[in-house]
Structures are given as structure tokens and as C-alpha cells.
């Protein structure tokens, strides 16, 4: 089965670059989309944007100025950055598999367990 | 952005009752829509999608019906292992966006 697993820094300064790497096991990168989803402390879902193993994106607008996505087909991995950060960002982030399943319909499943970012000096 | 308004935001139930979730779209988006369940310190997990299709492993208490613009998440026989946050989604244009949340708990 399918098993994503989130790393990286847990504590960014405010104004530098978060950087996120997803490791998949159980199948290839190579055959879905990807996507990020981030939760503040307490708070709602909010979706990043998905990234296909071709590199070719989709950013949510709210964001986009400011993500970057990448795929590393050869260690079955992908990647966010998200630059210029504030206490704002500040979040669990989730990477999850984005699936096209029946009647066209989109759903993200599974997810990594999460891994928090703090944005502190 | 098409906005997820879910209702209520939280509710408490016995075990055994059951319990019905609202989410409402801010324009139609047919049956474009995912239901997740996150219990406390993990990652959601995809309950429902399409509307009303029961992913595999999920017990056949939960339940989704809607079109459109209104959908609903139906427990049957709440739970203890039901308590959590839910969550709606839609998929049917970009950005993805969700649902506030419904926390449900045990009375």
C-alpha cells in the first residue's frame, strides 16, 4: 500500500524559505499527482497546490506568488517550497496522493502523517 | 474560490444516535465532493467521495448523499471511535477547497 511520509525543517525564521520533501513508498511517483495541504494550529484544510511527476503544477491563487513545487522521480519523492514565510504560515503540513477516480471526481488519499512547521525568530 | 459552508460546526450525540452533517457549496458543483474524518493529532482520512461512494475499509455506518449544491454526511449508530473532525471538499474546479469542520463528539 501506498505510504507518504513528510520531512524537513520544523523551525523557520520569519522571511526565509520552508522546505518540504515527501518520500512515497509502495509505488511509483510516476503514475499520479501530488498534492500539499496545510492546517494552522486549531484551524481548517487549506490546499497548496499539486505537482505531476512531469512537473507540470497547480497552485492555489492565495499562494502561488510564493510556492514552488518540485518531483524527484529517481528518490520517488516531491517537494515545497514556500518562500518569504510569516508566523501566518505556520502549520501542519500534509503531502497526499491527488487521485482521478470515478466520474472524474478528484480526491486526495492517502496522506503523510503531517509534519508541523513553526515560523519563528 | 467556491466556498464549503458546513453546518453545524459542532455537535454532541449519544452512542448509538444518528448523527447528520451538513455542507453547503457556494455554486453548484454536481458531485464533485469528498468527505474526510481526522481524529485528533492525525492526518484525515477520505471517507466518502463523489458524493456518496463509500471508500474501501470505511464502515457502512457513514453514508453521503447530495448534488449540487447540498450534501450531507450521515453517521448511523454514532460511535466511539467516531469522534473527530469532518470535513468536506469539493473537487470540481480549482483551487480545491474545504469545509470549516464539524467536531463531533460523545454525550
Known amino acids: 500500500q501506498v505510504q507518504l511520509q513528510e520531512s524537513g525543517p520544523g523551525l523557520v525564521k520569519p522571511s526565509e524559505t520552508l522546505s518540504l520533501t515527501c518520500t512515497v513508498s509502495?509505488?511509483?511517483?510516476?503514475?499520479?499527482?501530488w498534492t500539499w495541504i496545510r492546517q494552522p494550529p486549531g484551524k481548517g484544510l487549506e490546499w497548496i497546490g499539486y505537482?505531476?511527476?512531469?512537473?507540470?503544477?497547480n497552485y492555489n491563487p492565495s499562494l502561488k506568488s510564493r510556492v514552488t513545487m518540485s518531483v524527484d522521480t529517481s528518490k520517488n519523492q516531491f517537494s515545497l517550497k514556500l518562500k518569504s514565510v510569516t508566523a501566518a504560515d505556520t502549520a501542519v503540513y500534509f503531502c497526499a496522493r491527488d487521485l482521478l477516480g470515478t466520474a472524474k471526481v478528484w480526491w486526495f488519499d492517502p496522506w503523510g502523517q503531517g509534519t508541523l512547521v513553526t515560523v519563528s525568530s | 474560490d467556491i466556498q464549503m459552508t458546513q453546518s453545524p460546526s459542532s455537535l454532541s450525540a449519544s452512542v448509538g444516535d444518528r448523527v447528520t452533517i451538513t455542507c453547503r457549496a457556494s455554486?453548484?458543483?454536481?458531485?464533485?465532493l469528498n468527505w474526510y474524518q481526522q481524529k485528533p493529532g492525525k492526518a484525515p482520512k477520505l471517507l466518502i467521495y463523489a458524493a456518496s461512494s463509500l471508500q474501501s475499509g470505511v464502515p457502512s455506518r457513514f453514508s453521503g448523499s447530495g448534488s449540487g449544491t447540498d450534501f450531507t454526511l450521515t453517521i448511523n449508530s454514532l460511535q466511539p471511535e467516531d469522534v473527530a473532525t469532518y470535513y468536506c471538499?469539493?473537487?470540481?474546479?480549482?483551487?480545491?477547497?474545504f469545509g470549516q469542520g464539524t467536531k463531533v463528539e460523545i454525550k
Open positions: 471538499q469539493q473537487s470540481y474546479s480549482s483551487p480545491r477547497t
Open positions: 455554486q453548484g458543483i454536481s458531485s464533485y
Open positions: 509502495g509505488d511509483s511517483i510516476s503514475t499520479y499527482y
Open positions: 505537482i505531476y511527476y512531469s512537473g507540470s503544477t
